[in-house]
């Protein structure tokens, strides 16, 4: 997929095979193997990678992943996304993305503590604050972060803060980091929402994802007034037509641990929610989710693509040619975590922390920056708000790589 689509902006940019292969290839792929000591007194050894895209415009960015599906070529096009991102923002880094190979959910906290460990050790020859700077994706955490950051620290014997983000605030981590994915979802979801001349007010969305990313989505859209109709997790969807009451359905959630059995909710097959008829569709949990298969079936009027790769190029042929569905492509709806993240390495440079409002009112300043740079690009072009966002981004790394030049 996300070569398909890199393959068919460069073809839109007219670049040149040069360049063309050089924003393609990712600079390192790096493969280690990560054996712990399990809590019954076993060895099991996991397989870890990392791939740093690109470092023409400032170290490699991006999150670290824990989830048994991890291969190298997931993580290579999750770096490529990451880069585009990055570029879109006009953040001074390139894309890099991690994982291991592991179910999370069945390791206790000691397992997963020597696994971060571990990795990072495996990892301190190619990380560093001005190389590649990693952060919490899909099970993965703050405490996480903690652990490697104690680690690298530990080996340069001084507190490196800037060597990962999403830490926690007793770390140095940054206000807003949390909730920073899902708040821009929502707010981005909203612009849209003001662009097509709907109030938000009363609006209605379903949310296929209830993590860190889906659950801020839901909370934020919330607080704007929007009625949430429709949630899925990984146990289950959750219908309600006449909007579901957030405030119990979190302490439904933090009592029982998932959406599933919520008393004020039907229960609802996952794939059918997805088809539901609402304002706002946002997908924020694997890729893949809108298919051929169910892109024509789609009733939404806003598809706000909170995760990453959520739909297939044959589903975006279809919805282009549906010509009805208001797009916010990946790299720019769910820019806000590595927005915020940038925001956390910048203070901890600066040793000085900024306030969450001055977080959140920064990030959705840079949000709507880059929301009204894509679509007046896709206005201009008349092309889609993905080849918008790609093509604004793979001139960007373009034009600094031959700035640059080739070293011999």
């Known amino acids: 997929m996300a070569v398909e689509q890199f393959d068919q902006v460069a073809d839109f940019l007219n670049l040149t095979d040069s360049?063309?292969?050089?924003?393609?290839?990712?600079?390192?792929?790096?493969?280690?193997?990560?054996?712990?000591?399990?809590?019954?007194?076993?060895?099991?050894?996991?397989?870890?990678?990392?791939?740093?895209?690109?470092?023409?415009?400032?170290?490699?960015?991006?999150?670290?992943?824990?989830?048994?599906?991890?291969?190298i070529g997931e993580i290579t096009a999750l770096a490529m996304w990451m880069t585009w991102k990055c570029a879109l923002m006009d953040l001074p880094f390139g894309g890099g993305k991690g994982g291991i190979a592991c179910d999370p959910r069945s390791m206790s906290a000691g397992e997963l503590e020597r696994l971060t460990r571990r990795f990072t050790m495996e990892m301190i020859p190619f990380i560093g604050p001005e190389i590649d700077v990693m952060a919490p994706d899909m099970g993965t955490n703050e405490q996480t972060m903690a652990w490697m950051a104690d680690t690298y620290s530990t080996h340069a014997g001084h507190l490196v803060s800037t060597i990962v983000t999403g830490k926690p605030l007793n770390l140095q981590g940054s206000c807003g980091r949390t909730r920073a994915t899902g708040h821009g979802v929502a707010f981005l979801a909203s612009?849209?929402?003001?662009?097509?001349?709907?109030?938000?007010?009363?609006?209605?969305?379903?949310?296929?994802?209830?993590?860190?990313?889906?659950?801020?989505?839901?909370?934020?859209?919330?607080?704007?007034?929007?009625?949430?109709?429709?949630?899925?997790?990984?146990?289950?969807?959750?219908?309600?037509?006449?909007?579901?009451?957030?405030?119990?359905?979190?302490?439904?959630?933090?009592?029982?641990?998932?959406?599933?059995?919520?008393?004020?909710?039907?229960?609802?097959?996952?794939?059918?929610?997805?088809?539901?008829?609402?304002?706002?569709?946002?997908?924020?949990?694997?890729?893949?989710?809108?298919?051929?298969?169910?892109?024509?079936?789609?009733?939404?009027?806003?598809?706000?693509?909170?995760?990453?790769?959520?739909?297939?190029?044959?589903?975006?042929?279809?919805?282009?040619?549906?010509?009805?569905?208001?797009?916010?492509?990946?790299?720019?709806?769910?820019?806000?975590?590595?927005?915020?993240?940038?925001?956390?390495?910048?203070q901890n440079f600066q040793h000085y922390r900024w306030t969450e409002r001055e977080v959140i009112t920064r990030l959705e300043t840079m949000l709507q920056a880059a929301f009204t740079k894509v679509t007046g690009y896709a206005k201009r072009h008349g092309i889609s708000h993905r080849t918008a966002a790609q093509a604004i981004a793979i001139k960007t790394v373009a034009d600094a790589k031959s700035a640059r030049g080739l070293f011999p």
């Open 19 to 71: 360049l063309r292969e050089r924003c393609k290839w990712p600079k390192r792929f790096i493969t280690v193997t990560v054996p712990i000591l399990r809590d019954d007194g076993s060895t099991q050894v996991f397989f870890g990678h990392r791939v740093q895209h690109h470092l023409t415009r400032g170290p490699t960015k991006g999150g670290l992943r824990y989830h048994p599906s991890v291969d």
């Open 191 to 346: 612009n849209a929402l003001h662009k097509l001349g709907t109030s938000v007010q009363g609006a209605s969305a379903i949310v296929q994802g209830f993590g860190n990313v889906g659950s801020h989505t839901v909370f934020t859209l919330a607080s704007y007034g929007v009625k949430i109709s429709g949630i899925a997790d990984v146990n289950g969807a959750i219908w309600n037509a006449n909007g579901l009451d957030v405030t119990k359905l979190r302490k439904h959630v933090a009592k029982t641990g998932s959406i599933v059995g919520f008393k004020e909710a039907e229960p609802i097959d996952p794939a059918l929610l997805l088809q539901q008829p609402c304002d706002i569709l946002a997908p924020c949990a694997l890729d893949s989710v809108i298919t051929g298969e169910n892109a024509a079936q789609l009733r939404c009027r806003i598809l706000a693509e909170g995760a990453n790769g959520p739909t297939t190029p044959e589903a975006d042929r279809i919805l282009n040619a549906r010509g009805d569905v208001f797009i916010i492509p990946d790299v720019l709806c769910n820019a806000g975590g590595v927005t915020v993240s940038y925001f956390e390495w910048v």
